[in-house]
């Protein structure tokens, strides 16, 4: 073997590694950078979101929360629009009814439901209050 095919082979070799490696990382930034909608955008969009994986945020209706075990089912609602969130996982200690949430999953148009991987609770205002007050 001469040293001019090995080096056509390493070189070779190296794109193909090199290749690969941007294509493993451009989909996981892919499934990193999701749109982030609230709950009037997201029921705007509804057929283009359809099947789809979301980030949305909205409000914790009172009284809608319904949990079994490590199974949630819940409305988020934000200016007039709701839709039913069902979850499965560990739930933030602050989710409670009223709060600010951002949930990410799957968006079901013809039963406005969102299949969520993920649950956030956004910092309650009371706390902001209390680290303002800390402050003088």
């Given at each position: 073997m001469t040293r001019r095919s090995r080096n056509i082979k390493l070189l070779l070799v190296s794109v193909s590694f090199v290749l690969l490696l941007a294509y493993v990382v451009g989909a996981g930034l892919k499934k990193t950078f999701v749109y982030y909608y609230t709950v009037d955008e997201l029921k705007a969009n509804a057929s283009k979101v359809d099947g789809k994986?979301?980030?949305v945020s909205g409000e914790v209706v009172?009284?809608?929360v319904n949990?079994?075990?490590n199974h949630l089912a819940f409305i988020i609602s934000e200016n007039g629009d709701s839709i039913n969130v069902v979850y499965t996982g560990p739930v933030p200690d602050a989710f409670t009814d009223g709060i600010s949430v951002v949930v990410e999953g799957t968006y079901y148009k013809n039963n406005n439901l969102l299949k969520a991987k993920n649950l956030l609770t956004k910092c309650p205002s009371k706390y902001e209050s209390e680290l303002d007050s800390t402050k003088t």
């Open positions: 994986y979301v980030k009172a009284g809608s949990r079994t075990g």
